[in-house]
């Protein structure tokens, strides 16, 4: 069983809905979640906010947040996370921020980099850091996936299969 089955049957099993807001997944973690059969009853959608206008304006996030420590950090990925929980109807949210490359933004953070933001409800939002290479590509889907392990560990699941 692959990650995303898992976190569908997972999800399904404990009668939990999730929601998603990417910027450099730009809907990678909402793809391989839909490709899943009976995701609908269980994944509440994805705020796709590739740039930093589009975080503001469609997450609600306050830019002081992302002038303050960028666009790929953990408090934005947290601010991310916590918006896609509020402006949802779901259980917990995941949120993915990063640099895809080829190139940077001006920021000190490398290509490569990425945040990855979880909430349950009633919680409060955490983000971890991860360093990928490879092509643009490449970096994408691996952080795409990377978030659907970071919501299996809300469930305390760390080897599929379990």
């Not at 917990?92 to 895809?100: E, R």
């Not at 643009?136 to 392990?149: D, H, N």
Request: charged share 15%; hydrophobic share 45%; with cysteine.
């Amino acid at each position: 069983m692959t990650e995303p089955e898992l976190l569908i049957k997972v999800l399904s099993d404990s009668s939990k809905i999730v929601a998603a807001a990417e910027s450099c997944t730009a809907g990678l973690v909402a793809d391989l979640l839909a490709q899943v059969p009976g995701a609908s009853q269980v994944f509440w959608g994805s705020f796709v906010s590739y740039t930093v206008p589009a975080k503001i304006q469609m997450l609600g996030l306050d830019k002081t947040v992302i002038q303050r420590y960028g666009a790929v950090s953990a408090e934005t990925a947290c601010a991310m996370a916590q918006a896609a929980l509020e402006q949802s109807s779901a259980d917990m949210a995941v949120s993915v921020t990063g640099l895809a490359g080829p190139s940077g933004d001006g920021s000190l953070a490398p290509v490569g980099t990425v945040w990855i933001g979880t909430i349950t409800r009633g919680k409060e939002a955490q983000a971890r850091n991860f360093h990928y290479t490879g092509s643009r590509g490449e970096v994408r889907g691996a952080a795409a996936l990377q978030a659907v392990k970071e919501l299996l560990q809300l469930f305390d699941l760390t080897e599929p299969g379990c």
